[in-house]
């Protein structure tokens, strides 16, 4: 499966964007569809993830009453609204698929499917 990633760009601090992430490809099963994101010089980290019917899901504390995910099953699409941006928001967004699992989790080494990244910078 391959999943593209967009929607990325330049946006002030407080402002909202929107990204947005489709699956195409050999497709079987998705479960947890989500996000992960990786500032300059640090480590990838958790963003948010949503179950495979859109009934669960799961954030990082940091993003929590900011962000929120949603999925569209028919499209194979996962999407990222993110709300009320803050400069420490800036990094590279990346969405992700768990096809092997239907617990959702935070743990990079549970997704198998990797989008190629979109850029996410928050001007103060």
């Known amino acids: 499966v391959q999943l593209q990633a967009s929607g990325g760009g330049l946006v002030q601090a407080g402002g909202p964007l929107r990204l947005s992430c489709a699956a195409s490809?050999?497709?079987?099963?998705?479960?947890?569809m989500g996000w992960f994101r990786q500032a300059p010089g640090k480590e990838r980290e958790f963003v948010a993830v949503?179950?495979?019917?859109?009934?669960?899901?799961l954030y990082a504390d940091s993003v929590k009453g900011r962000f929120a995910i949603s999925r569209d099953n028919a499209k194979n699409a996962v999407s990222l609204q993110m709300s009320g941006l803050k400069p420490e928001d800036t990094a590279v967004y990346y969405c992700?698929?768990?096809?092997?699992?239907?617990?959702?989790?935070?743990?990079?080494?549970?997704?198998?499917?990797w989008g190629q990244g979109t850029l996410v910078t928050v001007s103060s």
């Open positions: 490809g050999r497709i079987f099963r998705l479960y947890g």
């Open positions: 949503v179950s495979m019917n859109g009934g669960d899901t």
């Open positions: 992700a698929a768990e096809t092997g699992d239907p617990r959702l989790s935070s743990q990079r080494y549970k997704y198998d499917a």
